[in-house]
């Protein structure tokens, strides 16, 4: 059995805990439940023709990353950078923890999660800034922890390519 430990980075209130619910449990809450630390859930996915078991890291938010989560980063195979696509900053926000995890973790694979495509009427992340970052070769995916969009695929992604590099 293949293992891998997946961080979920992100600003405050950017969803990865509703991601994490919605992929593990398939449950979405509208209640926004501060997390505290650091939470950890599993999940096993099919990969091909392999079963790799996720040991998903939901950390705190943060708008400023502190020492205490590089400890929490140590040993991650891959992370899900999630901005909040109503909120413009949280794609800065991301950019800069993308920097920090990269000088703690090295090279390992991420994606971009460009969460909340079912209020992309109040969407404030303009084409620019995700454009940029795709001609950078980051890969970016568009989800929705409230209707399951793009979630299960998401995962995969980063599956992929943490069982290829």
């Given at each position: 059995m293949i293992q891998k430990k997946v961080c979920m980075l992100g600003g405050?209130?950017?969803?990865?805990?509703?991601?994490?619910?919605?992929?593990?449990?398939?449950?979405?809450?509208?209640k926004?439940?501060?997390t505290v630390g650091v939470k950890i859930d599993k999940k096993t996915v099919k990969a091909g023709d392999r079963e790799v078991t996720l040991v998903l890291w939901d950390i705190n938010g943060q708008d400023e990353f502190q020492d205490v989560q590089e400890s929490y980063l140590r040993g991650t195979s891959g992370y899900l950078l999630v901005?909040?696509?109503?909120?413009?900053?949280?794609?800065e926000?991301?950019?800069?923890?993308?920097?920090?995890?990269e000088a703690v973790s090295g090279k390992v694979p991420?994606?971009?999660?460009?969460n909340k495509s079912d209020l992309a009427t109040e969407w404030q992340v303009d084409e620019r800034g995700?454009?940029?970052l795709a001609e950078?070769?980051?890969?970016?995916?568009?989800?929705?922890?409230?209707?399951g969009e793009?979630?299960?695929?998401t995962f995969l992604k980063l599956t992929l390519a943490m069982l290829e590099g």
């Open positions: 405050f209130a950017v969803g990865k805990t509703s991601l994490v619910s919605r992929f593990v449990r398939s449950i979405f809450s509208d926004y439940l501060t901005v909040d696509g109503t909120r413009r900053e949280t794609l926000t991301a950019s800069q923890l993308q920097q920090k995890a991420f994606v971009v999660v460009l995700i454009v940029k950078q070769g980051w890969p970016i995916v568009r989800t929705s922890a409230k209707t793009g979630v299960e695929e």
